[in-house]
């Protein structure tokens, strides 16, 4: 996985100057990611690992201020719970990588029972429909909708 995407996705949180200040970070949030394979690793793991790298990362840069400025000079402090919803974002670049197959459906499937990750539910939605049953993916659609909110999935979700 190309550090380049993993950037992309950090910037609307973290802003540019925090990405391109961080490179190694971004370097091994990928690398992570890169080296995910389903018969070894966990993915409820791969996000706690994300969530921690870019808490410390950020704890570490802001001296515990948590204090950022976005790409529209406007300085936001990142909250404790940002960094799950990161590591989320992060993981569905993980997700859509995988082979579409029975294994990694499974996979997929439950973690998105477990974690509530709107990451597990976009793979769902977008790779994964012809192993689902019309009202599986209706149910999918309908928990995106309610239970994420709008500025997540506006981009992606059709129905």
Partial sequence: MAPEQAASVLRPWLGSDFVMANAPLV???????????PQRDNLEKTAQDLD?????????????????RLDSNQYIRVKVADFAV???????LLMEKLRVDEQNFLLIKDYSL?????????ALYLHYEAYQSQEEFKTIVRVIRTC???FRWRGWLQV
């Fill in 27 to 37: 370097e091994r949030i990928s690398l992570r990611l890169s080296q995910f394979l």
């Fill in 52 to 68: 921690s790298l870019l808490f410390m990362a950020v704890r570490d840069a802001t001296g515990g201020h948590m204090l950022l």
């Fill in 86 to 92: 990161m590591a989320d974002e992060l993981l569905y």
């Fill in 114 to 122: 477990h974690a509530g990750s709107l990451a597990a539910l976009k």
């Fill in 148 to 150: 994420h909110p709008p």
